[in-house]
């Protein structure tokens, strides 16, 4: 591997006398063209980002490159497990480097964050479809006044960690292999507390029960997400920022319409008289009644399209359609009079009133040779 290793300067298109000034300005170019965020999926990139990271890691610290200038690759105990092994090196660096240009994106090594949240937000079809505002109670920690966050007793400061130096992490020396681990004194947070604040308990914040408004914007469904900047935990420090609250929504099951996407499905039961003569009937739509002509001879299963009575796309755009099926009720209990008429009716009717049945049983004649 080291072999095989492109010289530093090389990477990093400088020469060898070139000033820490130089190296830096030529890192953060070549850096900015590999970067993953601006390269997704590009392996070949990522290769560039790291091999650029590496070099810029070695160059940019006084004693390193002069190992380096001294020895070369072979000697100078680079170790790519130690250095960059992990992504968390390279985002460090880059992140010293460009502060929050590309470091808000990065999720996890930023420790001055707060947590995001998560609430599950219940509600109607109707609210779903027009939108809603929505008040929700969230527990949410709160930064302690007393101490500022910092969980340290007023007039006093957290101590940089003795054990760590401050980076929250001790680097063990196994063989080969150089491995850091968290450091166990500060808990990885590179600070401790001597004189803890008595308001919060060292912790820097309290919880407490927040009310959040929840804007919903029409068109939401089931596992929708909706991200509320800013709304999460407070960043344990306060120069950082807090996290977001990401709201997710489940939609109830709504009595009478089904869902599909910006479509509502609904069954209209009609009586086999109404089906039969024809009717008109107030439809339930999300708006209200709507008056659906249903003409003599419907069969069941007709579906009737009601036009921009269904749900817009979210994000904007018109409403989808409401589409009502019929169903035709069969009566299961008659009345002595009922059963008599039906009767007659039967006696009434032939190939005209029952055109799909008298087709039907031809063709079976036809298939029987009867
Ligand atoms: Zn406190
Ligand atoms: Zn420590």
């Known amino acids: ?22 190296i830096r300005t030529s890192f953060k170019r070549l850096a900015m063209e590999f970067h993953p ?43 790519p497990f130690a250095g960059f092994g992990g992504a968390a090196t390279i985002n460090d660096i880059f992140g010293e480097i460009f502060g929050e240009v590309f470091g808000a994106h990065r999720r996890g090594q930023r420790r001055s964050r707060g947590a995001d949240l998560r609430y599950n937000l219940e509600l109607d079809l109707e609210q779903a479809a027009f939108g809603a505002t929505s008040r929700i109670e969230i527990q949410r920690p709160k930064r302690c006044e007393t101490c500022h966050g910092s969980g340290a007793k007023p007039g006093t400061h ?57 804007r919903v914007p029409p068109g939401v469904d089931s596992g929708t997400r909706l991200k509320l900047r800013g709304e999460g935990e ?16 489940q939609v109830r099951d709504h009595p009478i319409f089904q869902r599909q996407d910006t479509e509502v499905v609904c069954e209209l039961p009609v009586s086999i008289a109404q089906a039969a003569l024809g009717t008109s009937v107030d ?29 817009a796309p979210l994000g904007g755009g018109s409403r989808g359609d409401q589409h009502v099926r019929i169903q035709v009720e069969i009566p299961t209990k008659l009345t002595k009079e009922q059963r008599d008429l ?15 049945a008298s087709r039907f049983w031809s063709k079976v004649s036809e298939i029987l040779g009867k």
Request: include cysteine; glycine fraction near 14%; charge should be negative.
């Open 158 to 214: 957290p101590r940089q960690c003795t054990a760590c130096g401050g980076t929250g992490e001790i680097r063990v020396q196994q063989g080969f292999f150089a491995m850091s681990r968290t450091c166990g004194q500060c808990r990885g947070e590179g600070k401790v507390i001597a004189d803890r604040c008595a308001d919060c308990g060292g912790a820097g914040g309290v919880a407490e029960k927040a009310a959040v408004d929840v």
């Open 283 to 311: 439809v339930p739509t999300l708006d209200g009644a709507h008056k659906l002509k249903i003409p003599a001879g419907t069969q069941p299963g007709k579906t009737f399209r009601l036009k921009g009575k269904g749900i």
């Open 37 to 79: 965020d601006r390269n997704p999926g590009n392996a070949a990139a990522e290769d560039r980002f790291k091999e650029v990271a590496e070099a810029y890691d070695v160059l940019s610290d006084a004693e390193k490159r002069a190992r380096y200038d001294h020895f070369g690759h072979g000697q100078q105990g680079f170790d």
């Open 1 to 22: 591997m080291s072999s095989e290793k492109r010289d530093f300067y090389e990477v990093l298109g400088v020469s060898r006398t070139a000033t820490g000034e130089e």
């Open 234 to 249: 407070p960043a344990p420090s306060p120069s950082g920022e807090p996290g977001d609250l990401y709201v997710v929504i």
């Open 342 to 356: 039906l009767e007659k009716f039967a006696s009434l009717s032939g190939e005209e009133t029952n055109p799909a």
